[in-house]
T-cell receptor, first 113, second 116 residues
Framework: DQQVKQNSPSLSVQEGRISILNCDYTNSMFDYFLWYKKYPAEGPTFLISISSIKDKNEDGRFTVFLNKSAKHLSLHIVPSQPGDSAVYFCAASANFGNEKLTFGTGTRLTIIP | GAVVSQHPSWVICKSGTSVKIECRSLDFQATTMFWYRQFPKQSLMLMATSNEGSKATYEQGVEKDKFLINHASLTLSTLTVTSAHPEDSSFYIC????????????FGPGTRLTVT
């Protein structure tokens, strides 16, 4: 039972444009969501998070949007840069981040120069 | 801040031997650490939750006698793969929660285990 889903396994975006990565979840108990960036053979790097009491959180080029009614969140990266090319995982947790993370399957983002 | 290290970064061992992997939070104390494994082109799968001073909580399907977890201090958790088999070959990653309340999990760089 995949409680966190990233339906796009890959995404290609031109440098300078906006990258939008999507994530859906099914468990209503999730109240904290995170995005991680991962390179092969490395641990995930934390990017940005959002609590269920918010619908938007912004940090530099990264913005995460949360639509609780649709159980959907998205990560916007603007402008996209070549160094953003990596696999992006969304993750969800209960108890405001103090519980175990459930990861999505990942989306490979490729930024085209 | 919020740096998590793992040692070793890669290890090769023979079938039947045991391997210990260390996970350290370098600049913060972590009462809770997590151990994940990742197979090629797949997502991270949680193996167990490690709590300082108490027994680890294992996810369904993970053999606790095979994957021994010890969280002896607020900055160190260890995972020992006992009697390793080739199917245990994988990428093992630990994480630690920074702070209490709303907490992001920070991950170590991972350990590549190859069992021959």
């Amino acid at each position: 039972d995949q409680q966190v889903k990233q339906n796009s396994p890959s995404l290609s975006v031109q440098e300078g444009r906006i990258s939008i990565l999507n994530c859906d979840y099914t468990n209503s108990m999730f109240d904290y969501f995170l995005w991680y960036k991962k390179y092969p053979a490395e641990g995930p790097t934390f990017l940005i998070s959002i609590s269920s009491i918010k619908d938007k959180n912004e940090d530099g080029r990264f913005t995460v949007f949360l639509n609780k009614s649709a159980k959907h969140l998205s990560l916007h990266i603007v402008p996209s840069q070549p160094g953003d090319s990596a696999v992006y995982f969304c993750a969800a947790s209960a108890n405001f981040g103090n519980e175990k993370l459930t990861f999505g399957t990942g989306t490979r983002l490729t930024i085209i120069p | 801040g919020a740096v998590v290290s793992q040692h070793p970064s890669w290890v090769i061992c023979k079938s039947g031997t045991s391997v210990k992997i260390e996970c350290r939070s370098l600049d913060f104390q972590a009462t809770t650490m997590f151990w994940y494994r990742q197979f090629p082109k797949q997502s991270l799968m949680l193996m167990a939750t490690s709590n300082e001073g108490s027994k680890a909580t294992y996810e369904q399907g993970v053999e606790k006698d095979k994957f021994l977890i010890n969280h002896a201090s607020l900055t160190l958790s260890t995972l020992t793969v006992t009697s390793a088999h080739p199917e245990d070959s994988s990428f093992y990653i630990c994480s630690a929660i920074l702070g209490t309340g709303v907490g992001e999990q920070y991950f170590g760089p991972g350990t590549r285990l190859t069992v021959t």
